[in-house]
């Protein structure tokens, strides 16, 4: 079983940065793909990034390129999002996902995810 853990979240001004951390334990998640999806109020949930076992790919949704990074730290079992000139509109509750996968590849869709974490909520202030 994997346990996927997410910090970092809060109240931020529009323009403002937050970095959120995901720490899984149990499995070997550092060998897995891992994403980062949202879901605002009233929205269905959605793909933010996500980034291959080794980091040496990710990926992003066209509404966060430019503005964040995912990373990872495979000797601490982390992932992390930062978060740059925030917008009310990224208001959300952020879930850290991993991927039972094996090989180079990143996941941009929750179906190909098998672990959830139970989600930090973001808040931009205009």
């Known amino acids: 079983q994997v346990q996927l853990v997410e910090t970092g979240g809060g109240l931020v001004q529009t323009g403002g940065s937050l970095r959120l951390s995901c720490a899984a334990s149990g499995r070997t998640a550092r060998s897995w793909p891992m994403g980062w999806f949202r879901q605002g109020p009233g929205k269905e949930r959605e793909f933010v990034a996500a980034i291959s076992s080794s980091g040496g790919s990710t990926a992003y949704a066209d509404s966060v390129k430019g503005r964040f990074a995912i990373s990872r730290d495979n000797a601490k079992n982390t992932v992390y999002l930062q978060m740059n000139s925030l917008k009310p509109e990224d208001t959300a509750l952020y879930y850290c996902?991993?991927?039972?996968?094996?090989?180079?590849?990143?996941?941009?869709?929750?179906?190909?995810?098998?672990?959830w974490g139970q989600g930090t909520q973001v808040t931009v202030s205009s």
């Open positions: 996902a991993a991927s039972v996968t094996t090989g180079t590849v990143v996941r941009t869709r929750d179906y190909e995810y098998d672990y």
